[in-house]
């Protein structure tokens, strides 16, 4: 099978090439687009099915497949080497089975769009970064991938460049400016981590001798860094909702399923290094919280559908990152995992009920939506279920254990931490339910002559009705002590492959136990339905109920509605300082660098005018000179002679 | 060539009238070159500007006939003397070329009115 | 033993400029189109005739292959030879040059309506110019063809040049001449130096590069004077921060054709220069201005990217990018290891690609709309899809986007630097970033938004030649980002050997 691994990133950059010739024919062949991306991603995920039953029973190995040398330098050898372990099958096997829902659905979506044929080469272009960034052997390999499927963000985030004024074409490139901020960490990680070890495969890095700690933590804070960057965390997470300006499938597949979690993976396929800095872990765990209570919070107060459901994405992937600093690092991919099924469900319902209203995305002007499309309304509903955690919901049991995880990594910092989790997930429920209220429920708030809501077409309703079931069902997949012993698959496929670190177990034992763990359970569950719960009452006649209380916690609603102004801090604080400065340099190039050149030209050009009055064109002058010089060179050497 | 022609004359019988001295033949040649020095500067017109290039030239000619002299009839000297002489001719001819086509353009051979090159 | 290649790269174009000079050709149009016609012959000719050094001078190859030499001329006992050769330093900027030359012969005549006989002319005499810079190995054929190659541009510029154009070319002549100057006495001190070669009786003067290059031994102090000579000419030609004034103007003056050659490989004789002279030669000074030369080049990047920012002219855009990108190769050569060399190498070919695709761009819409600045333009990819597609791959190769060429090469570089100095290495990878900023900039106000002006909406797309032009230079920028070893294998002995001789001083 390993021989076969090239496959699963060569066929979707071979569909996009045709989708791309498609592209150019232009006319009837813009259509056979759809067909062609699905296949393609078809066979990517069925060679990934088989891949992963290979590996399946000895985790601990590895498929490697190793292609042709791509870079080979002095001591530096990168070869284009693949490498598919439970780690990265499994999010192979996300990243191309939702990625195949999500093209399906964009056959219907984007079928009457001009640019279809693009866009579907642009989506497989993205999924061949994809595998490329998860299949990857090496760091550089994989930051092929990482700044491949930046790039395509970018282009699908303008898809629709010239809509609004050309503000998606501005989203985009925030959001590839703000990774390459990230990617500039990766990057000097890297180059730590070659020094160190002499090589960037990982692989040879894990079976590498630890790093002191000191360079560990600088290394691990770049990496993360890095991170920051491709999963939206503090404090570059400011790109992903404007991200939001792209095609919906585009959210639900790059900035909800896969691309986002990308941060998370790279940290868990170097979790053997994580776990050598606690201060890095520390950090990740503490920038993960933070990340999602603020994400939380902002999602409270903002209209817009896929805002909403972009700083949730914010909010989850910071718990993602909660697990991966408490040392739960499977956690952490279980959640990456049943977060895949259920925010592309909603990503994708939230684009089936924009598509049925004639493109409107401010929940404020819906309204009862349930009754005019039912699958997507039913659909809707589980995947926000399971984004609340409502009790045996796949949300449920990953949040459910990174919160476990977290309170149990041991010490007082783990309750805060806990805390800041708990917190977060009432604020995810409220703001959850909230939307769906607003959206599904209540009265009808838009104009019903000018707008006719209907059921999205069974190309987009099929992907949502898989995506309920996986969103439901996903939590089969790491099953609870609590409930079956020995019952967390992804745990016991995973852990062969991640390392183990408890950053904060040194402040002490805990000495929680199962019973505790049922315990926090029943805290999740009821936090969960009490967030729920708020949510449809208080917003189930929509929004004027709770303009009362927005009136009267003005600055609080202020505040949350502006984003806590990080966008306009950045811009005030780096931004207009760095733009100015780069009008500087060009005040300073031209007038000081390029002023001195033209000074010593013009040095030049004055001598020649004092000097050129001895130039008057008369002959008979200029043999005068001569004469005289001559005269008086002779005379001097005469003199010399004497 | 002319070197060993000279060297098979015999060089005693050669040694030229000793009645003029060879300092004499170097005022002349001083003389006739402050003169040429003297015209150059000072005439304005072109045509005797000409002749006095001519005239520095010849005494440039006689110094180096005065030198061959002093040193038995030393050829290189000589040679030196004919190869200026040649110089001089393509000079005069190329020379009185420019002053015609001067003197076409501008119907007058004062150097004075010669002052394109003014810097 | 000789082989013949060399000397037909450098007298084909030359000879073909005398063809064009003499031929009798008459029509309607004075026979441009058969100039042309003859021109672009000898153009394709010359890229094929160098074809095979790239399956001659194949992966792993050493030292001086396709050598020509022959006696020139004699100087008391100074035997002047007219040397040629191909090594793994020269062999892939030589077919850089005959590639690019080729395609700014098939892409010049939309901007060069008149005086097609002598633009012609010069643009071959300039071709055979530069071919012989990259392939000459003696002094005397080195510097009469690094002379020979700046009189054509002079005239390209100064003829078919924008307004400003008389100040752009004298500025420009008077800054190369300069430093050609200082090269030029270093040469001749160099040559008057007796050289002990083994086998040889004694002492003996030699204008040969690679004896030069084998044995000169020369005590610190005289290194340093003749360095800095050498490295000042180089400097300004890459330009290197401060002395790269010239450039922008040069840049935005030129034709297109005059740009595309100048960007794709003027610059990089500059940095060849230092590779090829500097390192090996005065191994001591080297390792004594390493760390100023790092500098220079970090400013380089760093200063060239923020006035790139600044620019609102697309095509002084570009040039200042160019500062930007070229800062890295003298970053990466003075880093002094396999990986900085390397990287530098396959970033002189990377950029001699990515910047004359972004010009030829930016011509093509100058020839249409007339204006460069960028406020003009907007929402181009409604009605020039296949210009929006050019200028995006054009736009990722130069930011770096790895899977094209501007990666591996930026990449080898930052990691080679990073490993001679880590802060330097650190906040030149930061510089990452400032590319994105501005390159990401010029191509959203370009391309996409809305269209707003009405004389955009009747631009018309690329036609087919002119994608055709194009096309090459795409799919080596993926060539290169793909299989980057492919070029590297032909590089790294030669490098390796330059890199040995400066450790050695160490």
């Not at chain 3, 920028?477 to 032909?490: E, H, L, Q, Y």
Request: with cysteine; net charge neutral.
């Amino acid at each position: 099978m390993s021989d076969y691994l090239f496959l699963i990133p060569s066929l979707p950059l071979l569909g996009a090439l045709l989708c791309g010739i498609l592209h150019a024919r232009g006319g009837k062949a813009r259509d056979l687009a759809g067909p062609v991306a699905n296949l393609a991603v078809l066979g990517s995920f069925l060679v990934a099915v088989l891949a992963f039953l290979e590996i399946r029973g000895h985790e601990a190995e590895a498929l490697v497949y190793e292609g042709f040398t791509w870079i080979h330098t002095g001591t530096l050898l990168l070869p284009f080497k693949l490498h598919l372990d439970a780690l990265s099958g499994f999010m192979a096997l996300i990243v191309t089975g939702v990625g195949l829902l999500i093209h399906f659905y964009s056959i219907g979506y984007m079928a009457h769009d001009e640019g279809r044929a693009k866009y579907f080469a642009y989506l497989n272009l993205f999924v061949f970064a994809m595998s490329l960034l998860i299949l990857g052997a090496n760091l550089p390999l994989l930051f092929v991938g990482w700044e491949g499927v930046g790039a395509m963000s970018y282009l699908l985030i303008g898809f629709w460049y010239d809509k609004e004024g050309g503000w998606p074409a501005v989203a985009g490139q925030k959001a590839f400016i703000a990774n390459r901020v990230g990617d500039m960490g990766f990057l000097i990680g890297m180059f730590l981590l070659f020094t160190n070890f002499g090589t960037l495969d990982v692989a040879a890095m894990k079976e590498a001798p630890a790093l002191s700690g000191g360079v560990a933590t600088l290394i691990c804070l770049l990496l993360f860094l890095g991170a920051t960057g491709k999963s939206a965390q503090i404090p570059l997470f400011v790109w992903l909702p404007d991200a939001m300006a792209g095609p919906t499938p585009v959210s639900a597949l790059i900035h909800a399923a896969t691309m986002v979690t990308a941060g998370v993976y790279m940290v868990c396929r170097m979790s053997f290094l994580f776990v050598q800095s606690p201060t890095a872990m520390a950090v990740v765990a503490v920038v993960g919280a933070v990340t999602a209570l603020l994400a939380g919070t902002i999602a409270l107060a903002q209209r817009d559908l896929k805002k909403v459901l972009a700083y949730s994405t914010v909010s989850q992937l910071g718990y993602m990152f909660l697990a991966c600093g408490v040392g739960a690092f499977s956690a952490a991919i279980f959640h990456v995992g049943t977060h895949a099924f259920f925010k592309a469900l909603l990503f994708l319902g939230a684009g089936s009920v924009i598509h049925g209203m004639h493109e409107e995305q401010d929940a404020f002007r819906m309204g009862g939506l349930r009754r005019h499309m039912p699958i997507t309304w039913i659909t809707f509903l589980v995947g926000g279920l399971c984004l609340a955690g409502f009790p045996l919901t796949s949300g449920f049991f990953s949040k459910d254990e990174i919160l476990w995880e977290t309170v149990s990594s041991g010490g007082s910092a783990a309750y805060a931490l806990w805390g800041l989790g708990a917190l977060t997930a009432l604020l995810t429920a409220f703001y959850t339910f909230r939307l769906v209220s607003l959206t599904f429920l209540g009265k009808e708030r838009f104009d019903p002559g000018e707008v006719h809501p209907h059921e999205s077409p069974w190309t987009m309703t099929l992907p949502l009705v898989i995506l309920a079931l996986l969103g439901l069902g996903g939590g089969l997949m790491g099953l609870p002590a609590v409930f079956v012993e020995d019952g967390n698959w992804i745990h016991h496929l995973l852990s062969p492959v991640l390392a183990e670190g408890r950053p904060f177990a040194s402040e002490g034992g805990h000495g929680l136990d199962h019973a505790q763990e049922g315990l926090f359970m029943v805290y999740s569950s009821i936090i969960a339905v009490v967030g729920i719960l708020a949510g449809l009452i208080l917003y189930r006649n929509g929004p004027e109920r709770m303009a009362g209380l927005a009136k009267t916690f003005r600055p609080v609603h202020v505040l949350l509605a502006g984003k806590w102004f990080v966008d306009e801090i950045y811009q005030v604080c780096i931004l207009t300082p760095l733009a100015a400065l780069s009008r500087f340099a060009g005040w300073f190039d031209l007038g000081i660098v390029d002023g001195l050149v033209n000074g010593l030209g013009r040095l030049f050009q004055g001598a020649g005018f004092l000097v050129r009055r001895v130039q008057d064109g008369h002959i008979q002058s200029y043999a005068m000179w001569m004469a005289g010089t001559t005269t008086v060179v002779l005379a001097w050497l005469v003199m010399q002679l004497w | 060539m002319i070197a060993s022609i000279l060297a098979v004359l015999p060089a005693a019988e050669g040694i030229p009238n000793p009645s003029i001295p060879t300092s004499w033949v170097l005022l002349l040649a001083a003389l006739l070159f402050i003169l040429g020095i003297y015209g150059f500067l000072v005439r304005r017109d072109l045509i005797v500007v000409f002749m006095s290039i001519e005239l520095m030239l010849n005494a440039a000619n006689l110094t180096f006939l005065a030198a061959a002299r002093e040193r038995m009839l030393d050829p290189e000297g000589q040679v030196y003397a004919i190869f200026v002489i040649t110089v001089a001719a393509v000079e005069a001819a190329v020379g009185l070329a420019l002053l015609i086509a001067w003197f076409r353009l501008r119907a007058t051979l004062d150097v004075e009115t010669a002052v394109e090159l003014e810097g | 033993m000789d082989s013949s290649l060399p000397l037909i790269l450098t007298f084909l174009p030359l000879a073909g400029a005398l063809g064009i000079l003499v031929a009798p050709v008459r029509g309607r149009d004075g026979g441009a189109a058969s100039l042309w016609g003859f021109a672009q012959l000898i153009g394709v000719a010359t890229f094929l005739a160098s074809l095979p050094l790239w399956f001659g001078y194949g992966p792993g190859e050493e030292g001086v292959k396709f050598a020509f030499s022959a006696d020139w001329f004699r100087f008391q006992t100074l035997q002047v030879r007219f040397a040629l050769g191909v090594d793994g330093l020269s062999v892939l900027l030589i077919l850089l040059t005959t590639l690019v030359s080729m395609l700014v012969l098939f892409s010049a005549s939309s901007h060069i309506k008149d005086r097609a006989r002598e633009f012609l002319f010069w643009l071959l005499v300039m071709e055979s110019g530069m071919l012989g810079v990259f392939l000459a190995l003696d002094f005397f054929t080195f510097y009469v063809f690094w002379e020979v190659m700046l009189i054509p541009l002079y005239f390209i510029i100064g003829i078919w040049g924008g307004p400003r154009r008389r100040y752009a070319t004298i500025k420009f002549f008077l800054y190369t001449m300069a430093g050609s100057v200082l090269m030029l006495l270093a040469i001749v001190w160099l040559v008057s130096h007796p050289l002990t070669l083994p086998g040889a009786g004694g002492p003996a003067l030699t204008s040969s590069i690679l004896d030069h290059t084998a044995h000169l031994r020369l005590p610190a102090s005289t290194q340093t004077w003749l360095f800095l000579a050498f490295a000042v000419a180089f400097l300004i030609k890459v330009p290197a921060v401060p002395f790269h004034t010239w450039l922008p103007d040069a840049h935005v003056e030129a034709p297109t054709s005059g740009s595309v050659i100048l960007a794709g490989v003027l610059l990089k004789m500059g940095t060849y220069g230092l590779i090829r002279f500097c390192l090996p030669l005065f191994p001591l000074a080297t390792l004594d201005f390493a760390p100023i030369l790092m500098g220079i080049g970090l400013v380089g990047l760093l200063y060239g990217a923020f006035l790139a920012w600044a620019q609102s002219d697309l095509k002084k855009l570009v040039a200042y990018s160019s500062i930007s990108h070229l800062g890295p190769i003298v970053l990466g050569t003075f880093a002094l290891n396999a990986l900085g060399l390397e990287g530098s190498v396959l970033q002189m070919i990377s950029h001699g690609l990515a910047t004359p695709a972004l010009f030829l761009l930016v011509g093509m819409i100058y020839e249409r709309r007339h204006t460069r600045e960028i406020g003009d333009f907007g929402g181009l990819a409604r009605v020039m899809p296949r210009f929006a597609f050019f200028l995006m791959l054009a736009t990722f190769a130069s930011v770096g986007l790895p899977g094209l060429s501007g990666f591996v090469g930026e990449f080898m570089i930052f990691l080679g630097a990073f490993q001679a100095s880590p802060w330097i290495g650190a906040v030149a990878a930061a510089g990452v970033i400032f590319g994105a900023v501005y390159m990401l900039s010029m191509m959203r106000r370009v391309a996409f938004g809305p269209l707003r002006s009405e004389e955009n909406r009747r631009l018309k797309d690329l036609s087919l030649r002119e994608s055709l032009v194009l096309v090459p230079l795409v799919v080596l920028f993926v060539w290169i980002g793909v299989s980057p070893s492919t070029f590297t294998s032909r590089t790294s002995k030669t490098l390796a050997q330059i890199q040995a001789k400066v450790e050695q001083a160490r």
